[in-house]
Nanobody, 121 residues
């Protein structure tokens, strides 16, 4: 069984910063692509940033230059540093990862339960 657990959400004023963290745990052989998604109230869940195991990153246009995704392969963690936050960044942020575990062949996609980020104006 694999679990993804996010942390680091909270309330911050516009212009402020937050750092989200996600750790994958369980009977893990290897974690492949990792990503952060967000879902604003009344909207669909959208990809924010992703990172491959080798460190290649992608960002959605609205966060380029403000967010930085990073990972630690030894610890099975992925972080999201968010700077210059705007009220429009308010959302539930979810961690996502492709994981090869002991009890399955190939990789399976997993989701965390989310961490809430609220940016006040």
């Amino acid at each position: 069984q694999v679990q993804l657990v996010e942390s680091g959400g909270g309330l911050v004023q516009a212009g402020g910063s937050l750092r989200l963290s996600c750790v994958a745990s369980g009977s893990i052989i290897r974690v492949y692509d990792m990503a952060w998604y967000r879902q604003a109230p009344g909207k669909q869940r959208d990809l924010v940033a992703s990172i491959t195991r080798s460190g290649s990153t992608k960002y959605t246009d609205s966060v380029k230059g403000r967010y930085t995704i990073s990972r630690d392969n030894a610890m099975n963690t992925v972080d999201l540093q968010m700077n210059s936050l705007e009220p429009e960044d308010t959302a539930l942020f979810y961690c996502n990862a492709d994981v090869q575990a002991l009890d399955n062949y190939g990789s399976t996609n997993y989701w965390g339960k989310g961490t809430l980020v609220t940016v006040s104006s």
